[in-house]
């Protein structure tokens, strides 16, 4: 299959410039259910032959595991990757089913060796806050992130689920080239502040899931459906009546797509791309696959412009959806608005 050539944008201010469509790598190592490496592998190799140079992942994704799957393809394509990963979030051997979340400088500094030792790597291409504990000041943070550029472990600095005032304050203390949160048809609380700020200083924007974990898709209609391991199942859109109620606001998203000759992943991301225009931004979606296929379906989207009705139909979608994106929202941007 041919696919079309991905247009490139920069990173922030004078950050790297990437396909304007990356790849989250995370459930090709946990939370999605059986995972298929020699397929993953397979996944990134197509992914860079189709101009997706932006890979994303973290620490905490299968507790290290996703950086060593992908730590020795980025070393043989050092000069064409650009790589990004996070600290933030962490787990603990004795127990897996643990989640904190420290920002406190001596975390930060340990982090970032220990990823760069599982990558395998001297320098990390984009380092980002996965999560922001509210009890330690953003600038202390930011600065001991600042630090790590000064030391050549990493070129550039993101951030992950924070407010508007927050990437503002950040932003004071060092240049931040790119903004993660989740943002998509069904998931809007970003506009409320992150998304103008972003716009204001000239920082990317990131979109995680944004084809809502593959709820959009179709590719499953209840968490029930999913393995027993598979994180949807704790998030409560997916569940019982939400489940139900947010399958009807779907339903414009593919007749769109039918009605176009596309997929509702194709409708989905061409949402977030003129979405970005609306705000004045760049933006990256970093749709999670670990299948070729789906790759090259994704990546197919940016060709896909909706018309005016098009927007008009599913701009109210985000508003009706039942339920929140986690069970906590506590360490989400909109938790702390």
């Excluded at 098009?310 to 929202?329: F, H, I, N, S």
């Amino acid at each position: 299959m041919t696919l079309p050539a991905l247009p490139t944008v920069r990173l922030g201010q004078d950050g790297p410039v990437v396909g304007a469509q990356g790849l989250g790598c995370m459930g090709m190592s946990e939370f999605y259910g059986p995972t298929d490496t020699a397929e993953a592998l397979a996944t990134l190799d197509a992914a860079l032959e189709a101009g997706v140079t932006f890979l994303d992942t973290a620490d905490q994704y299968g507790a290290g595991r996703n950086e060593e799957l992908i730590g020795p393809f980025v070393r043989a394509h050092r000069d064409e990757v650009v790589l990004a990963t996070k600290f933030g979030v962490e787990r603990r051997a004795d127990d897996p089913a643990y989640r904190g979340v420290r920002n406190d400088p001596g975390y930060i500094r340990a982090a970032v060796d220990a990823s760069l030792r599982r990558l395998g790597l001297d320098v990390i291409d984009v380092y980002y806050m996965h999560r922001r504990d509210p009890a330690v000041p953003i600038a202390e943070s930011v600065g001991a992130m600042a630090e790590l550029v000064a030391a050549g472990k990493v070129r550039h600095l993101g951030l992950s689920e924070v407010t508007g005032a927050e990437l503002r304050e950040a932003y004071a203390v060092h240049p931040i080239a790119a903004l993660q949160s989740e943002w998509s048809v069904f998931a809007r609380d970003v506009e409320r502040s992150a998304v103008a700020a972003a716009a204001e200083l000239g920082v990317a924007f990131v979109p995680y899931s944004p084809l809502g974990r593959g709820f959009l898709t179709g590719s499953f209609a209840a968490a029930e459906e999913l393995a027993a391991d598979d994180i949807r199942r704790t998030q409560p859109r997916f569940s019982g009546a939400n489940a139900a109620a947010n399958r009807a606001l779907v339903e414009p998203l593919r007749e769109i797509a039918v009605a176009r000759g596309a997929t509702a992943a194709q409708v989905a991301l061409a949402w977030v791309h003129q979405r970005a225009e609306v705000h004045g931004l760049t933006v990256v979606p970093i749709p999670g696959t670990r299948r070729r296929e789906r790759l090259a379906e994704n990546t197919a989207a940016v060709t896909l412009r909706l018309t005016v009705e098009e927007l008009a139909v599913l701009e109210p979608v985000a508003g009706r959806v039942a339920g929140e994106r986690y069970p906590d929202m506590a360490f989400t941007s909109v938790g702390r608005e």
